[in-house]
Nanobody, 125 residues
Framework: QVQLVESGGGLVQAGGSLRLSCVASVRTFSLYAMGWFRQVPGKDREFVAA????????NYSSSAKGRFTITKDNRKNTVYLQMNSLGPEDTAVYYC??????????????????WGQGTQVTVSS
């Protein structure tokens, strides 16, 4: 089992930026694909971005493409989500997730076996 701890959330004005981090406590982190999802109360968890095991390939939701960047640092056991041009619609709890199939960059949350506790992002208008 992979333990994941997110950080970097907070309150930001519309148009601002945040960088989320997710540290994994597993020796084989380099083998995992990683994803970021978000969720607002009363709605399903929504895919944001994913990266493959070596960090060379990524997948983004249409709302994230062009504004968000996911990166994976296998030396630091960390995956990042750089979020720019934030708007109130980006307000949510953001979760990172691990997929032991390293070539996946899936938007399906059911394919991810391990999840962090989430970090709140609030964008004020």
């Amino acid at each position: 089992q992979v333990q994941l701890v997110e950080s970097g959330g907070g309150l930001v004005q519309a148009g601002g930026s945040l960088r989320l981090s997710c540290v994994a406590s597993v020796r084989t982190f380099s083998l995992y694909a990683m994803g970021w999802f978000r969720q607002v109360p009363g709605k399903d968890r929504e895919f944001v971005a994913a990266v493959n095991w070596n960090g060379y390939h990524t997948n983004y939701s249409s709302s994230a493409k062009g504004r968000f960047t996911i990166t994976k640092d296998n030396r630091k056991n960390t995956v990042y989500l750089q979020m720019n041009s934030l708007g109130p619609e980006d307000t949510a709890v953001y979760y990172c997730a691990a997929d032991h199939i390293g070539d996946h960059m899936s938007s399906n949350p059911n394919l991810y076996g391990d999840w962090g506790q989430g970090t709140q992002v609030t964008v004020s208008s």
